[in-house]
């Protein structure tokens, strides 16, 4: 459990360390100047409404630095999170011993050199804070000396000291893995470990394809690898290899066999006096073994190692996630159930499995898992013990289907079907609708969506945000405060939604907080991201500039004079803010 709060702390916090270094990399003129009516005076915005309003806690701005920042509930921070349960199976806190021995170090003076000097070079693009990184660390070191004495070499460059090599190929987050062919690069895009690395280099730097001559290497590769295909084929040259070999260039993740040998034909569960060329696919689980039987030909045999490699069902843990997630497959069925119920439904679901192989992945998620299967039912709004069984499209598209009805294999099925048809209608979560919503600050929530955000009759400003986040906290009274002044306009509406707990096709966030501006008479858009400083004033002009209803703010009465409101302390304030705040930037001229 802590070791997965952990975890989770640091993915987010590289991940938020990564959003704050990209602009600093990619820096554009901002040019936001908002023309404003010459007679408008708007220092009354600025005024301090008592101190305890005023003053952030600024505790809470040190998210960025701040690993053991307070993380309340598991059932928040994986919101936006769910790709991040796919890597690492270390702590990454404790940092292990790793013998790196055989990576080579690269720097900005030596690099062009290196990878001209060698045909197949990896590279590795890393921050040492980054958590990722760490725990690839010694999965890439492995796959190094493993790899020693072929004609490839594993590099890696630390990104935050060779700022210009990252830039020049693109490094966008941490780590990135490119492979070098001649001096020609392209991502690698395979499983964060060792056997995944070491399978894939040896398809692009080798035959493809290996001979299996002797039941001791037979025996050894069986007890050894958890996925091959074997060729039993007539000769081991000519066309029957080469279609083998072409079709094992198209598959990265399964090592190809072939063999003439009839006692290692047995071995891997053919009949040795089968009809040749036969294939076997072998793989350590409940579906142990798939026969062949299409044309001998390298589409054919490519697609049928795609359509088998899989197992049928996939449990959920941290070791089984990235063969989810970094799939070919995207769209998923996944069976949420209670470990002492799992025994009744997981048969049906299996069975169901076979009518779908190459085209979902079926995922078995534990939910009395504290570790795993309770943080991915939290996310996927999913609670009790089930059984429920949910299609999800994917992270990229992160639609969500409900399966209702007896969970028996007919039913299955037909969801499936109806799923790859795209005839379900997507299931959003939601909390209860407040009951009462008068405050400055409307309360959005997935089921009032459509009536606050979507009104078309009325600009509105959201903050999509997390309970558990500091900038959000520290955005608050500025964002009540604003709220407050501009109550009176009727056409303007300033919302938030708790985007942990709710969502809306329409709401999509990219991190907490995102703040969406849906103006008036023009709601089938895509809303605007607010990106201004987090500032009173600095909200206001945004809204002045883009509302479509326009609005003039009345002056409070009793609002102090301008000396008052602008006196050193309001200034400092306000400025501490906007420095503070992660899209400084914009200066109040006011
Ligand atoms: C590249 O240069 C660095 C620093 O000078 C050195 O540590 C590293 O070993 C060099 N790598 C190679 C492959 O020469
Ligand atoms: C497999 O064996 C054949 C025949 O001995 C040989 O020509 C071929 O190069 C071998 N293939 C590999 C990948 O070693
Ligand atoms: C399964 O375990 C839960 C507690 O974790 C319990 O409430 C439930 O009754 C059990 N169900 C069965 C069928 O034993
Ligand atoms: C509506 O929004 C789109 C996209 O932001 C914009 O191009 C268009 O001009 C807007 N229309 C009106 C009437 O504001």
Redesign the pocket.
Known sequence: MASFRFFIVISLVSLILISTLTPSISKTAKSDDVELDDDEDLRFLEETEGKKDAAPSHSHFNEEDDGDDEYPDLDDEEFGNYHDFDDSDSDPYKEPEIDDKDVVVLKEGNFSDFIEKNKFVMVEFYAPWCGHCQALAPEYAAAATELKGEEVVLAKVDATEENELAQEYDVQGFPTVYFFVDGEHKPYPGARNKEAIVTWIKKKIGPGISNITTIDEAERILTSESKVALGYLNSLVGPESEEIAAASRLQDDVSFYQTVNPDVAKLFHLDPQVKRPALVLVKMEAEKINYFDGRFVKTAISEFVFSNKLPLITIFTRESAPSIFESDIKKQILMFA?S??SEKYLPSFQEAAKSFKGKLIFVYVQV?NEDFGRPVADYFGVSG?GPKLLAYTGNDDARKFVFDGEVTVDKIKAFGEDFLEDRLKPFYKSEPIPETNNGDVKVVVGNNFDEIVLDESKDVLLEIYAPWCGHCQALEPTYNKLAKHLRGIDSLVIAKMDGTTNEHPRAKSDGFPTILFFPAGNKSFDPITVDTDRTVVAFYKFLKKHASIPFKLQKPVSAPKAEAASTPETKVEESKESDKSSNGGLKDEL
């Open positions: 209670a002492n119920i009395d013990d």
